[in-house]
């Protein structure tokens, strides 16, 4: 809208030119590879920077940087993509932690070029999937990136990386399949309808769907996206991939794929099927908070730090997905803010985990023990980033729970409140887990001469800091950017099926359980 | 098919349409027994290939009785791949004879579950 | 104006953080000189700008700083008027003086920067929390003073006890905040807004009586929560594992007693429900009464505080809730002075025992400590209740006003009155086996007077504790005139006729006396050493509630998770998945047996197949 320039074409082909640069660098120069992935990490998040500058926030609602080139007309299959204020933090949030993951696989030995190519490709496919209004396009940038998170997994993991890494895989490819089915009816609905076919989300914004057929789209593209939010109980391959994976790909599979399940929920399930969204919200929202729950009380137990930060994440998605089906503003706005919150605070968490796992070598929590006083500054950014986590106010995480709490409250109470006890659990595991890895006496001598951060680590932490920061004191341009978006959606729910998004002031929708409405 | 039967000529030295299929139907099934029968990989090839002229034939055969050209395009479509087919199949059995030094297939079971 | 009010807390934060990133480098004593003198500072500023209130009946004004999270109405806001001023003025007050101590106090701590980093954060987020114009900078300042209180408790985290009791801490704290998070929840459901004007001045038209009712015990669990109510108190005496300086400002003085001006701030929302106001009034004499009886049996000196916090917290707790906010809040500020005090003064004897705790090995310091003795009469007496020091003013005011309420209010009188009696035996109890009697000293302890940095604050606390109390006498109501602009929407409830308040200042005072008088006899006439055995150690273990706790929801919550994540998860909704996965092997093994290599075979069943289906066509397509 500002210019012809088709930057968003920049933008999502640049991580993959980069991938090219990165591919055609001499295998004698290996420790050339990481600082110029890095460098070449960065002009994604030039031009992300760039958009967030111009994006226009009073036009938030509207795509913005709208580009269309058709590439099969008959079917109505092209290039069409652009950015609103909900895709604008992601693809922000994206474009962020890329550079920052890369710079954190110093410790990657085995086939580095080929490790960095997987990261850029993988980044090209998350962007794409954010900017994408063309459901196949959308579709093959979400399928893009799981190859290069399968190889990610399986060639730079853990111990038992092929066992998740192929897990990852199929139950992925298998909401993926259903996804496309999805898709694939639907662009023959509209053809039906119309006389031509079309896969343009706009276009598809106009069919009149009925009941039935919202229900089975919705069940075909929800398969997908719960799975990859991860939804409980489809939440299994998440643990074994999380912990099993490299650091970078801890970080991204935290930070930014699991938003695409979120993501697909909010851009595609609420605007295209809203009868069924307002069927289906309460037993999406009840498996929310069965996730927030149950995460956070698995979460507790995990003698593994990493598991134990993946199972937060099963806890905190949760939180986005009630807040997404509360189907209120606050709730939906909360939902939004909360990817990028738990993005940068879970994903920050996996690369500190990374960093004591580069220097000891264990993820067990026992081994640990009194690194308080070995490495205080190391300490004192994970106490941060957990206490961002547990949603301490005045730091990001507590915005998004704060709206989607009181967002659903208006929606389901019994549910919300229910979710507010996983605020109570968090403080348990995070805190739980700090007490027996740093404080108390160093009782293991292999933990005694550990370095504290050294400035590489401190450079990748710092940023991050900053923005939790930021977005927990003033959080008003971010919102300010996703309100009209949010508002957009809500108001077509509304007008297409009548229902009500519930506003406060409603005091007699009090629960029984908390007394007499007599005045 | 009811209309190319009627169409028959009363002419008894037209070739009639239907010998065209009789004869199709005749090449098919040797080939087909061929193929079964034969433990030979060439051999089972170019029964493979006798079969595919014979649908070829079927095709030209019923494209002339109702004048239409679909059909006789399907046929260019089928001789490009069985030409491509060719290619492949022979190098690969050219490839295995070098190395097992037979072509009968009942040996090449090396791919069974 | 506007701009003073920003500097009283600016200040305080600009001092945690010069010290969080350059802490080190400072070092001692210069980090502790930092943060005394931005406390110090906003301890100025706010006089200077609570000076108008003085005259009475000025409202004061909000501070917009900028729009926070707007469409919740939440903004960064604060709101300076008398309360907000009153708590100002003790934060920071007290706040200073704590500073201070404890550039003594902590003197030689490798952690001297750090600490002090941690109670500049302190500062800032209690004055948050007393100065924000809305629920949601309350909740703000609610969990900040968690935190510091987190880190301040651990400060010793080599120490296992101590970083335990920090986590206990802000658990429980987080147990109470589930209940404040809720009523936020309903609070915004009905209002719209979080904002204390749109809420306090709709709250009568808006509410019904359950949601308020709902509201305000909601937010009594939140209270309850961070000023160690029943039943989440657990968490204080724990948090006596924290540096003593700490225990005074944060557990004493005030992170503690922001329950208590959180239900005063809210007076409004418990004005409309009767159940909610004697709840709370019945939760604060339980609990004084309660913690009283445990303090009787501790042996650490500074356990006895603790428990005599809970108990004194207690107090406020049984003022607001029956709407006598004054009283409440008065109680709060004297209580700030005398507690401080002693327990800055317990932290000296400490000092001077080089870090003993027990009283069983303290004994005859009279001599030894002049100054924090001397100090420390002081407070003992006025926490007794016995005038004219601060104490008694105000557990009158709210033992009257309960009193006044009648019906069932007066049985809640009566308790209080007991735990009056019994506040000065515990207390008489601690200061005569502490400085009276034969020493008990370990081997090589030489009790010394404490550095003057740390008697300075002793001295003007205990001038704060002995006339403090005089701000609000019956006869010159000062303090009340001076917050009536903050409750003026609340119709508290009002003290009784002249008469009868002499009556009932009589039998408090009477209670007080039998106290002192009953520890006399006990300790110094009989010197009666510290008891053992049998009851004793019940009392000692605080009626083993923590063990009762830890059997009945932490043992079992945590086996539950087990069962989740090691039982349910792994086995069954992961094994369901790769069951699934297993099916499709299995499958495959079998169906794989039809490969059975042999080409010809294929052959076959392609045959087959394309006879099938022209049989079928013939079938069903009725044949040629």
């Given at each position: 809208m500002h210019s012809t320039f088709p930057v968003i074409a920049l933008l999502v082909l640049l991580p993959t030119v980069g991938a090219v640069v990165v591919g055609l660098l001499?295998?004698?120069?290996?420790?050339l590879v990481l600082p110029i992935a890095t460098a070449l990490s960065t002009l994604p998040l030039a031009v992300a920077l760039y958009i967030l500058w111009e994006f226009s926030a009073t036009d938030g609602a509207a795509f913005q940087f709208t580009e269309s080139v058709s590439w099969y007309e008959p079917w109505g299959i092209g290039w069409n993509v652009g950015i609103d204020g909900i895709s604008l933090l992601l693809i922000t949030l994206t474009a962020i932690l890329f550079p920052l993951s890369i710079l954190a696989?110093?410790?990657?030995?085995?086939d580095v070029k080929l490790f960095m190519v997987s990261m850029l490709l993988l980044e090209t496919g998350l962007l794409g999937v954010f900017v994408s209004l063309d459901l196949l396009l959308f579709f093959v940038f979400f399928e893009m990136t799981l190859v290069p998170m399968y190889l990610l997994i399986g060639i730079?993991?853990?111990?038992?990386r092929v066992y998740a890494a192929i897990k990852f895989f199929l139950y992925t490819a298998l909401g993926s399949a259903l996804l496309l089915t999805g898709i694939v009816a639907l662009a023959v609905m509209y053809g039906n309808e119309t006389g031509t076919i079309s896969f343009a989300f706009q276009d598809l914004l106009g069919l009149e769907l009925s009941a039935n057929a919202q229900l089975w789209l919705f069940l075909g593209f929800g398969a997908a996206f719960a799975i990859k939010v991860p939804l409980f109980p489809f939440h299994t391959w998440l643990p074994d991939a999380h912990t099993e994976a490299p650091t970078a790909g801890s970080v991204i599979l935290a930070g930014?794929?699991?938003?695409l399940g979120t993501y697909g929920f909010v851009r595609f399930n609420l605007t295209l099927f809203p009868e069924a969204t307002v069927r289906l919200a309460p037993w999406l929202a009840g498996l929310a908070v069965v996730g927030i729950i149950y995460g956070a009380a698995v979460a507790i137990v995990q003698p593994d730090v990493k598991r134990l930060v993946a199972y937060s994440s099963v806890s905190h998605l949760g939180f986005i997905v009630l807040g997404t089906f509360a189907l209120t503003s606050q709730g939906l706005q909360g939902g939004v803010i909360q990817m990028v919150n738990h993005g940068l605070t879970t994903g920050a968490l996996f690369l500190l985990v990374g960093m004591i796992y580069e220097r000891r070598?264990?993820?067990?929590?026992?081994?640990?023990?009194?690194?308080a006083g070995v490495m205080p500054l190391f300490a004192g950014v994970f106490l941060f980033m957990a206490f961002a986590s547990i949603g301490?106010?005045?730091?990001?995480g507590f915005i998004g729970e704060f709206k989607i709490l009181l967002g659903s409250y208006l929606a389901f109470p019994v549910m919300a409140i229910l979710a507010a006890s996983g605020v109570v659990l968090a403080a348990i595991y995070l805190l739980w887990a700090y007490e027996r890895m740093f404080?108390?006496?160093?009782?293991?001598?292999?933990?005694?001469?550990l370095k504290d951060l050294n400035a590489r680590e401190l450079t990748i932490l710092v940023p991050i800091a900053l923005l939790v920061v930021l977005l927990g004191i003033y959080p008003k341009p971010a919102l300010d950017r996703i309100e009209p978006a949010v508002e957009n959606i809500i108001e077509r729910i509304e007008e297409a099926t009548g229902h009500e998004s519930p506003e406060f002031g409603r005091i007699d929708d009090l629960p029984a359980a908390t007394g007499e409405n007599s005045p | 098919m009811i209309p190319l039967l009627a169409q028959?000529?009363?002419?008894?030295l037209t070739v009639e349409p239907h010998w065209y299929m009789a004869l199709a139907a005749v090449l098919f099934a040797i080939g087909a027994a061929g193929l079964l029968l034969r433990r030979n990989a060439l051999v089972m090839f170019m029964s493979i290939e006798l079969m595919l002229n014979a649908v070829n034939l079927t095709f030209v055969a019923v494209d002339s009785g109702l004048g239409s050209l679909e059909g006789q395009i399907s046929v260019l479509f089928v001789m490009v791949v069985a030409a491509a087919e060719v290619t492949v199949g022979l190098a690969i059995i050219v490839a295995v004879f070098r190395k097992r030094a037979t072509a009968s297939v009942d040996e090449l079971a090396g791919m069974r579950g | 104006m506007d701009f003073l009010i920003f500097l009283i807390v600016a200040l305080p934060l600009a001092g945690f953080l010069e010290l969080l990133f350059f802490g080190k480098r400072i070092g001692e004593p210069g980090a502790g000189y930092v943060a005394s003198a931005t406390v110090g500072i906003s301890f100025v500023l706010a006089l200077i700008a609570g000076?108008?209130?003085?005259?009475?009946?000025e409202h004061g004004r909000t501070v917009e700083l900028f729009a926070w999270i707007p469409s919740l109405g939440l903004n960064a806001t604060f709101l300076w008027d008398p309360l907000s001023a009153m708590m100002t003025l003790v934060v920071t007050g007290v706040g200073a003086l704590i500073h201070i101590y404890s550039i003594g106090y902590m003197?030689?701590?490798?952690?001297f920067g750090r600490f002090f980093t941690y109670m500049n954060l302190f500062i800032t987020s209690m004055l948050l929390l007393v100065l924000g114009a809305n629920f949601g900078i309350l909740f703000v300042g609610w969990e900040l003073v968690g935190l510091s209180s987190y880190l301040l408790i651990s400060f010793?985290?080599?120490k296992p006890s101590a970083a335990a009791a920090g986590k206990k801490a802000f658990v429980v704290n987080r147990i109470g905040d589930f209940g404040f998070l809720i009523a936020l929840m309903l609070i915004f459901n009905s209002f719209g807004s979080l904002d204390y004007g749109s809420v306090f001045e709709g709250a009568e038209a808006t509410l019904t009586a359950g949601t308020a009712t709902a509201i305000a015990l909601l937010l009594l669990v939140g209270a309850a929560g961070k000023s160690a109510q029943?039943?989440?108190?657990?968490?204080l005496p724990d948090?006596?594992?924290?540096?003593t300086p700490v225990s005074a400002l944060?557990?004493?003085?005030t992170m503690v007693t922001a329950g208590v001006y959180m239900v005063a701030r809210t007076g409004a929302l418990f004005e409309l429900s009767s159940v909610a106001g004697a709840v709370v009034t019945t939760v604060g004499a339980l609990t004084a009464f309660y913690a009283a009886t445990i303090a009787i049996g501790q042996r650490d000196i500074k356990r006895v505080l603790a428990y005599s916090t809970i108990s004194q917290l207690g107090y406020m707790f049984m003022g607001v809730g029956a709407l006598a906010l004054v009283g409440g809040v008065f109680h709060l500020v004297t209580h700030a002075f005398f507690k401080a005090l002693l327990f800055l003064g317990a932290g000296s004897v400490i000092h001077a025992m080089a870090g003993?705790?027990?009283?069983?090995?303290?004994?005859?310091l009279r001599k030894k400590v002049p100054v924090t003795f001397a100090t420390m009469v002081i407070a003992w007496i006025a926490i007794s209740g016995?005038?004219?020091?601060?104490g008694f003013w105000s557990k009158d005011e709210i033992l009257a006003s309960v009193f006044n309420r009648g019906g069932g209010y007066i049985v809640l009188w009566a308790v209080g009155i007991v735990t009056a009696g019994l506040t000065a035996f515990y207390m008489s109890r601690m200061m005569f086996l502490t400085f009276w009697g034969e020493p008990r000293w370990d081997d090589g302890v030489v009790p010394h007077e404490s550095p003057r940095s740390m008697t300075v604050p002793l001295l003007a606390l205990a001038g704060l504790s002995a006339?403090?109390?005089?701000?609000?006498?019956?006869?010159?109501p000062a303090l009340e005139h001076f917050l009536e602009p903050s409750f003026e929407l609340v119709d508290q409830t009002h003290l009784p006729e002249a008469g009868v308040q002499v009556a009932l200042a009589a039998v408090s005072i009477a209670a007080g006396v039998i106290g002192l008088l009953v520890a006399y006899r006990r300790?110094?006439?009989?010197?009666?050493?510290l008891e053992e055995g049998g009851r004793w150690d019940t009392l000692l273990a605080g009626y083993h509630v923590d063990d009762l706790y830890g059997r009945t929801i932490v043992a079992p919550g945590k086996a539950a998770a087990d069962v989740m994540a090691f039982?349910?998860?792994?086995?069954l909704v992961d094994g369901a998945v790769n069951g699934m996965g297993g099916l499709v092997n299995w499958a495959g093994r079998i169906l794989s047996k039809?490969?059975?290599?042999?080409v010809r075979s294929y052959g076959l069943g392609i045959l087959g197949g394309v006879v099938g289906v022209v049989v079928w066509l013939l079938v069903a397509g009725g044949g040629f």
């Open positions: 001499p295998k004698s120069r290996r420790e696989s110093t410790s990657v030995v085995k730079w993991g853990s111990e038992n930014v794929l699991l938003k070598h264990t993820r067990q929590i026992s081994d640990y023990g009194g690194l301490l106010p005045g730091l990001n404080t108390g006496p160093v009782t293991n001598a292999a933990n005694a001469g | 028959a000529s009363t002419d008894g | 000076f108008d209130f003085l005259q009475g009946g003197h030689g701590d490798p952690g010793w985290f080599e029943l039943p989440l108190y657990v968490w948090a006596m594992e924290g540096p944060i557990h004493a003085a003993e705790q027990d009283m069983g090995k303290m004994g005859g016995i005038p004219p020091f601060a006339v403090g109390g005089l701000i609000n006498t019956p006869w010159r300790y110094v006439s009989r010197a009666t050493q039982t349910a998860d792994a086995k039809l490969q059975t290599g042999m």
